[in-house]
């Protein structure tokens, strides 16, 4: 099964707004990393949380991380019609896999 | 750089038929995988591999095969092809995760039908 479960897997919001979307994982991990999905392209990676760390800003992207609660969430601040996307976040555990979630689709509208 | 490359970008190809689908990288990545997406199943690991030489399956490896000879390629093939193998297939490529926490570059994807 999988190891991420992002939720909600639907969000739509408008143009300046936040969007949060969290990540929940069932076993250890060695980091867990989020990326972003445009229609038809690949992923490409956002940012990446170690599990010794418990929150990450990048530009306008801040990550938490809570590994007693095994969960993590993504927000984005002052969203714009660009962002609109899917995002997933994936764990990497013993091995070294890496393991995604099915993924948050986010809607902008302008 | 080319970062990964993926052919073909589409195929279509008939029940119990093989094929090979390529990927190549070009950043010298010792970890190279290959996913596959379907509608709200999010990505899958089919195959990865540590290194040249070194495979293993991943969570749905059933009906595919991978080979790495090189570092650069890690081709997939699909032995006798299945409409349940219509998906998109993602190659994807990174420095050894688990000792450096590098992220995955990700190919553009194989969009595959079977019909």
């Known amino acids: 099964s999988q190891q991420g479960e992002e939720d909600p897997q639907a969000l739509s919001i408008q143009e300046g707004e936040n969007a949060t979307m969290n990540c929940s994982y069932k076993t250890s991990i060695n980091n867990l990393q989020w990326y972003r999905q445009n229609s038809g392209r690949g992923l490409v990676h956002l940012i990446l949380i170690r599990s010794n760390e418990r929150e990450k800003h990048s530009g306008r992207l801040r990550v938490t991380l809570d590994t007693s609660k095994k969960s993590s969430s993504l927000l984005i601040t002052a969203s714009r019609a660009a962002d609109t996307a899917s995002y997933f976040c994936a764990t990497v555990g013993g091995g070294g896999k890496l393991i995604f979630g099915q993924g948050t689709e986010l809607s902008v509208k302008p | 750089n080319a970062g990964v490359t993926q052919t073909p970008k589409f195929q279509v190809l008939k029940t119990g038929q093989s094929m090979t689908l390529q990927c190549a990288q070009d950043?010298?990545?010792?970890?190279m995988s290959w996913y596959r997406q379907d509608p709200g199943m999010g990505l899958r690991l089919i195959h990865y591999s540590v290194g040249a030489g070194i495979t293993d399956q991943g969570e749905v490896p059933n009906g595919y095969n991978v080979s790495r000879s090189t570092t650069e390629d890690f081709p997939l093939r699909l032995l006798s092809a299945a409409p349940s193998q219509t998906s998109v297939y993602f190659c994807?490529?990174?420095?050894?995760?688990?000792?450096?926490?590098?992220?995955?570059?990700f190919g553009n994807g194989t969009r595959l039908t079977v019909t």
């Open positions: 950043m010298n990545h010792e970890y």
């Open positions: 994807a490529s990174s420095y050894l995760s688990h000792k450096s926490n590098s992220p995955l570059h």
